[in-house]
């Protein structure tokens, strides 16, 4: 039974460009967390998805980027025209639900140059 | 003030020795779990409680919700042992995790 798989585990974009941040979630998981960390400071909560729908979109900045969790296929973030700050690692956790143990992804570290 | 608040930041250990971790949090929660990341490394979930303690292997956690702390016990450390240990908490929703800023811990052989 495979983890939580995020790819790429790392991604170098140029400023101005897009990042697409792919996350399969474990088997039977169907509640998808995106959380973010950025140099030298905790996890951040940014968006909770369930399948086909954003539960809590709180945490995501109001620009440039999106989430999306397909009835096939990984949950995607999206991060358009991406700047300097947007560098950091990205984690992706899944769990059968609320109240539940959530697993995480190994992240996926993107680097804005 | 952060809603999960951890303690030490920074820990540094002879192999064998006793750790514990501390976390305090301020808001009503459904779950506190402790996860451990090694540098450049994914995140490992060791526990997830709600009430009382719990063992796996050396490690032990416990949870008091009337004071709303846990603490985190690793016991005959080893380097192995050596990474972030961070606290986190599911809100009453049972749903996102708020996360404390980690302990940073080294065991030296």
């Known amino acids: 039974n495979a983890g939580v798989m995020q790819n790429p585990r790392h991604l170098v974009r140029r400023r101005g460009q897009e990042a697409r941040l792919r996350c399969s979630p474990m088997?039977?998981?169907?509640?998808v967390y995106w959380y973010r960390q950025l140099p030298e400071e905790g996890l951040k909560f940014m968006v909770y998805l369930q399948k086909e729908n954003i539960i809590d979109e709180s945490g995501m900045p109001k620009e440039r980027f999106s989430a999306e969790f397909p009835k096939e296929g990984p949950s995607i973030l999206r991060i358009q025209q991406v700047v300097r700050g947007d560098s950091a690692a990205y984690f992706c956790?899944?769990?059968?639900?609320?109240?539940?143990?959530?697993?995480f992804g190994q992240g996926t570290r993107l680097t804005v140059v | 003030k952060n809603e999960v608040e951890q303690s030490p930041q920074n820990l540094t250990a002879q192999e064998g020795e006793f750790i514990t971790i501390n976390c305090s949090y301020s808001v009503g929660i459904s779950a506190l779990h402790w996860l451990q990341q090694h540098p450049g490394g994914g995140i490992v979930s060791l526990f997830m409680?709600?009430?009382g303690k719990k063992k796996h292997g050396r490690l032990i956690a416990t949870i008091n919700i009337q004071e709303k702390h846990s603490s985190l016990h690793i016991t005959a450390s080893h380097p192995r042992d050596s990474a972030v240990y961070i606290c986190?908490?599911?809100?009453?929703?049972?749903?996102?995790?708020?996360f404390g800023t980690g302990t940073r811990l080294a065991v030296r052989p």
């Open positions: 088997k039977g998981h169907s509640h």
């Open positions: 986190a908490v599911s809100g009453s929703s049972g749903d996102k995790l708020t």
């Open positions: 409680l709600s009430s």
């Open positions: 956790a899944s769990s059968l639900g609320m109240n539940t143990e959530a697993f």
